[in-house]
């Protein structure tokens, strides 16, 4: 998995080796889940590659109002309705991956993380009801 992030050239902190941490960006986890459902359904490496890279000139803003369309081959950028109906209808599209919900996905995902980590955080600093009384107790 590395190498393919690597090969994406995800913005990645310094961290070197295996077992390392590495912190990503938001939109680097954005490509991540966009190029797993990409390979998913068949789509080359190639050509995954190359929709990445135009999805970068688009900016975070614009994406949540594209949705990919393939037929397995090619992948073609759709902004309209109306765009994927005429790939649907020429017969050229076979799947689309609405990235206005993989975004709301990884949003998702990402605060359902935070309150995770929020909530072990209470634990191990011991904020929490019991640990509050008993330091209470002490100081008092």
Do not use: P
């Amino acid at each position: 998995m590395l190498s393919l992030v690597q090969s994406l050239e995800l913005h990645t902190d310094n961290s070197t080796g295996s077992g390392t941490l590495r912190q990503y960006s938001f939109q680097d986890v954005l490509v991540l889940k966009v190029v797993k459902r990409l390979l998913d359904t068949g789509v080359s490496l190639q050509n995954i590659r190359t929709a990445i890279d135009h999805l970068r000139e688009q900016g975070i803003e614009d994406l949540s109002s594209i949705t990919l369309m393939s037929d397995g081959a090619s992948i073609y950028e759709c902004t309209s309705d109306q765009q994927v109906l005429d790939l649907l209808h020429g017969g050229q599209a076979v799947f689309g991956i609405a990235l206005g919900v993989v975004v709301q996905e990884v949003e998702g995902s990402l605060a359902g993380l935070l309150v995770e980590i929020e909530s072990t955080d209470d634990l191990v600093t011991g904020s929490d009801e019991l640990s509050m009384r008993r330091a209470s107790r002490s100081a008092g």
